[in-house]
């Protein structure tokens, strides 16, 4: 067993191609003993993203704090503390975050192996604001 708070667990920078104010803490992973899925923590700052990309695993999101939007494709769906999220296999996606204060997120996925693809989309290195 784990237990443990989030601000004990490092926070690291989102470095993937096109992720802006974005961080990441892996709270629950394969070093922790979990054998399928991992949980991981998302703080998104004011005017930050996600990257807008696709992957061939589905995730599952809930928010913790803070206003956004997720996008599915082109499609925005706004989002809140309380709010949950199924990205399916292979869907385009890209968490913003709307609001003055930061988005935060918990996100669970499967375990996934090395050198399995996520491919962002031209439009991932666009701001925000477009």
């Known amino acids: 067993m784990k237990v443990n708070r989030s601000e004990q667990i490092e926070s690291q920078e989102v470095s993937m191609e096109g992720a802006t104010g974005c961080s990441v803490r ?14 991981r923590q998302f703080v998104v700052n004011p005017a930050g993203h996600t990257p807008k990309h696709r992957h061939p695993y589905e995730h599952e999101v809930y928010v913790l704090a803070g206003n956004g939007v ?19 296999p292979d869907e385009i996606h890209q968490f913003r975050n ?33």
Do not use: K, R
């Open 26 to 39: 892996w709270l629950i992973n394969q070093t922790d003993g979990a054998p399928n899925f991992a949980m």
């Open 70 to 88: 997720v996008l599915e494709g082109d499609e925005e769906h706004p989002i809140a503390a309380g709010d949950f999220v199924y990205v399916g």
């Open 98 to 130: 709307t609001g003055s204060a930061p988005l935060t997120f918990l996100c669970l996925v499967p375990h996934i192996p090395d050198g399995t693809p996520v491919n962002t989309v031209p439009e991932c290195e666009q701001t925000a604001d477009n």
